[in-house]
């Protein structure tokens, strides 16, 4: 494993700030607040090579994480399980995670560890890509616009006669996600869904999450997925860039859909860290929240002014390690789905526009019904419930004063964020399938769902029980 360390030793920190106050004061000008008297100085911080990594990259590279004190270790990991394992064991102090993961982990299922996450890392980020040969079997079931190319967003319809084709062949129809905790597992699950396909159920005593399903959904980790595909273990896959423009690249796949057109502006990745960690370190972790919060307002100031600059940093191999143009594909407000068909995607990759960066309760509590629907929680579970989970996950009033001290020191504009939001973002209708989403009431939303657990139902011996 590679690693990206800076480090600024701290006598000399604080001669530099002894300096500049006094400077400050010859002129007449506003001194910058001294850096938070912070617990841990040196961290390692582990990530997967994806392009919303970036926050974690870009706080390095422009010295956010150096002006709080902090010298930090980024720490490419094998897998979204191995990193998770390696926060829990304090191998890293924290990372960037999943949004399922740190929910998946605090209710049990898989790992059992109490994790928290006061930094939402972006919004979209995703695609969901299939194989030439079963690209070539969707298109004639994919309206065509007035210029000849597919109209999007392509619904998983057109794939449904093709999975019947398959199975009809005795060949099952196998897609890849990165993990079943993940935000692409259930993004797959959804479009899969909406389109009539069942992607399958997990149960206490099978969480292969395949019982019934029409579509076999299995993990492969992000930078193997192309390498998947092309070898024929899969026929398609969900996955965050730049693992879905690889293909376009490498001519062995094409991507049908991204994320913003299943859920518009749907939150992705989060910074996370045990909760004892954060109850230890109180003042280092509000130090990381405050220089992401800086790293993600870089990323997206100006119109998205230093995305070029931020293309070269993530292409370095220290961090996603790909190919700069590939990276440049998403990153740059395009997205090129079937090869020579680029459009215009202005939110693909969100970093801090939206309230990005606030962990809202509501998008906690969506990730948990999605949890519910395809049977990770086993049983049916209140309204108050969920509240209670999210709460015991998210930490908005952590965040929030991370953004105070911000915007005291003149950093940020007061104006950037929900100072007075309950947590819970408005009815949402931002779906592909066109039902909304109200996160104070989870078990009306999943009642509506076609496909998918519902009331007391739960999944026993292979069948739905219960009503």
Not at 96 to 116: R, S
Request: aromatic letters at 10%; glycine letters at 8%; charged letters at 20%.
């Amino acid at each position: 494993m590679t690693a990206r360390s800076v480090r600024t030793p701290m006598a000399f920190r604080t001669l530099l700030a002894s300096a500049a106050a006094a400077i400050a004061l010859c002129l007449s000008v506003p001194t910058f607040a001294a850096p938070l008297k912070v617990e841990k100085e040196q961290l390692k911080l582990g990530f997967i090579k994806l392009t919303d990594m970036a926050p974690l990259a870009i706080a390095v590279e422009k010295g956010f994480f150096e002006d709080e004190g902090l010298s930090v270790t980024l720490e490419p990991q094998a897998n979204w399980k191995v990193l998770l394992d390696r926060v829990i064991s304090g191998e890293l102090d924290g990372a960037h995670m999943l949004a399922g993961q740190p929910l998946g982990a605090t209710i049990g299922f898989g790992t059992q560890a109490h994790i928290v996450t006061a930094f939402s890392m972006d919004l979209n980020g995703n695609g969901i890509t299939v194989s030439n040969e079963v690209w070539q079997k969707m298109k004639p079931n994919v309206p065509k616009g007035a210029d000849g190319k597919p109209v999007h967003p392509v619904k998983a319809d057109a794939l449904k006669p093709v999975i019947a084709e398959y199975r009809a062949a005795g060949k099952p129809f196998t897609m890849g996600m990165v993990f079943p905790v993940s935000t692409h597992n259930y993004e797959l699950r959804y479009w899969l869904a909406a389109g009539g396909i069942n992607p399958g159920y997990y149960a206490p005593s099978d969480v292969s999450g395949q019982i019934q399903a029409d579509a076999l959904l299995s993990v492969t980790p992000p930078p193997q997925m192309p390498a998947t595909l092309e070898a024929g273990t899969i026929f398609g896959y969900a996955v965050g860039e730049p693992w879905n423009q690889q293909a376009v690249v490498k001519g062995i796949g094409v991507p049908v859909i991204t994320d913003t057109e299943i859920w518009k502006n749907n939150p992705e990745k989060v910074f996370g860290v045990t909760d004892a960690w954060a109850t230890k370190n109180p003042n280092t972790h509000l130090a990381v929240v405050k220089a992401l919060i800086r790293a993600a307002q870089w990323l997206d100031e100006n119109n998205n002014a230093n995305r070029a600059e931020a293309v070269k940093i993530l292409a370095k191999s220290e961090y996603v390690g790909a190919d700069a143009k590939v990276i440049a594909n998403s990153m740059t407000g395009t997205f090129e789905y079937e090869k020579g068909d680029k459009r215009d995607v202005p939110d693909f990759n969100v970093f801090f526009r939206y309230n990005a960066t606030y962990p809202f309760y509501s998008d906690a509590v969506w990730y948990l019904s999605q949890m519910r629907r395809w049977g990770q929680i086993a049983e049916s579970k209140p309204d108050s419930w969920y509240d209670e989970t999210a709460r015991k996950v998210y930490k908005p009033d952590t965040y929030l004063k991370a953004a105070k001290l911000l915007v005291e020191e003149g950093k940020v504009k007061e104006a950037d964020f929900p100072w007075t939001s309950d947590g819970y973002k408005p009815v949402d209708a931002g779906f592909i399938d066109g039902i909304p989403f109200d996160g104070r009431k989870p078990n009306d939303y999943l009642n509506k769902q076609p496909i998918g657990l519902k009331g007391n139902q739960k999944v026993e011996g292979g069948q739905l029980v219960g009503g």
